[in-house]
């Protein structure tokens, strides 16, 4: 029987490193993208409706476009197409990752309404060939899907998974307003006019297949790092913060504003959390852990 409702839950993600080279003559940069997933998360429902139909809650709901450009709605649109059938469907999205904040919540929200709608729809799409829909989608989308850790290369789409040998513990500084991700990555451009071609560390993901919370911190790197500190300078402030407060390491995460803070424990991140918090220098501290699983249905 054709279920009548689907929820899918959704992680966000940061970028163990991230390494961008020079700007490719179709806009996008090439990346050793290290992927992870951590346990904050949207929930996509969609139901049976007369036409396409966006909801959406949750603190930054009314920064989410709730048009046919939002990524969900996109999804479920390409998914129809490919299958020849109408995309009658009402989405809503439960968010919780921050909007523009770069944890991809967008493709976040796209990988989930895609699995949604193809069981809501029994379309019955390969694994691959939702991987296909993903990477027209964005670049982030593919690893929305499959979560974990995985390494992306090309412009971020195609994925290696990568083994994790333990848990993480994160803490994350949500800022107030966004930050445009083309934006950052153009002062990247202003900033590393060589950019050299990119590659994944070894001995990061050596620390990650190991678990080892302290060789990761050392290895940890993100290129968008400095434009984003470039177009947004009060996110050092934040960073120094939560160092303080005892941190193994402190990054901007993807293209930011959204600052990542990698934690010895459960006990250090909470430490780090209620400090970040008090310190005035950021708009939440949310600790979490990572990594975890993709897009997951729960109910249909
Ligand atoms: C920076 C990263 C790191 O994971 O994520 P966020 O931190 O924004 O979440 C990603 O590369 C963002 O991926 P995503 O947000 O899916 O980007 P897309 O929709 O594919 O592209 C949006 C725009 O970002 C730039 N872009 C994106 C990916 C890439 N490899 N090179 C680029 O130059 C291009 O200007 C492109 O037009
Ligand atoms: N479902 C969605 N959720 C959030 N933003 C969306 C969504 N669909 C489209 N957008 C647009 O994408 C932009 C980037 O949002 P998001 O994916 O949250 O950030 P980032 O790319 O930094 O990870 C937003 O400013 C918004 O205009």
Redesign the pocket.
């Known amino acids: 029987m054709t279920p009548r409702t689907v929820t899918v839950r959704v992680p966000a993600?940061v970028?163990t490193q991230?390494s961008?080279g020079p700007?490719r003559p179709d806009?996008?940069?090439?990346?050793a993208?290290v992927?992870l997933a951590v346990a904050l998360h949207d929930t996509v429902t969609v139901t049976p409706a007369d036409d396409l139909r966006i909801t959406c809650t949750g603190p930054d709901a009314a920064q989410v476009p709730l048009d046919r450009t939002n990524l969900a709605a996109r999804a479920a649109e390409l998914l129809a197409a490919r299958h020849g059938i109408e995309p009658r469907v009402h989405i809503h999205i439960d968010k919780d990752i921050p909007v523009a904040g770069?944890?991809?919540g967008?493709?976040a929200d796209a990988a989930g309404a895609l699995l949604a709608c193809d069981a809501l729809w029994g379309t019955g799409a390969s694994q691959s060939q939702l991987l296909d829909i993903c990477a027209e989608l964005?670049?982030?989308?593919p690893f929305s899907l499959v979560g974990g850790a995985a390494l992306?290369t090309g412009?971020?789409e195609r994925l290696t998974p990568l083994e994790v040998g333990g848990t993480f513990h994160w803490v994350f500084a949500v800022a107030d307003g966004g930050l445009s991700?083309?934006a950052?990555?153009?002062e990247f451009d202003r900033l590393t006019p060589d950019a050299p071609e990119p590659a994944a560390a070894p001995a990061l993901l050596d620390a990650l297949r190991t678990g080892d919370a302290k060789a990761l911190a050392a290895t940890l790197t993100n290129d968008?790092q400095a434009p984003a500190l470039s177009l947004r300078p009060s996110l050092a402030e934040t960073l120094a913060a939560g160092t303080a407060a005892g941190a193994l390491a402190a990054l901007v995460?993807?293209?930011?504003p959204t600052t990542a803070f990698l934690c010895a424990d459960a006990e250090a991140a909470h430490q780090v959390a209620a400090a970040l918090t008090a310190s005035g220098t950021c708009r939440a501290a949310r600790a979490t852990t990572s990594p975890a699983p993709g897009a997951t249905v729960l109910t249909d």
């Not at 806009?27 to 990346?31: E, M, Q």
């Not at 995460?253 to 930011?256: A, D, L, P, Q």
């Open positions: 993600k970028n991230l961008v700007a806009g996008f940069h090439d990346l993208n992927f770069g944890m991809a967008g493709s964005g670049s982030d989308v992306g412009r971020g991700t083309p950052v990555y153009r968008l995460s993807g293209s930011g």
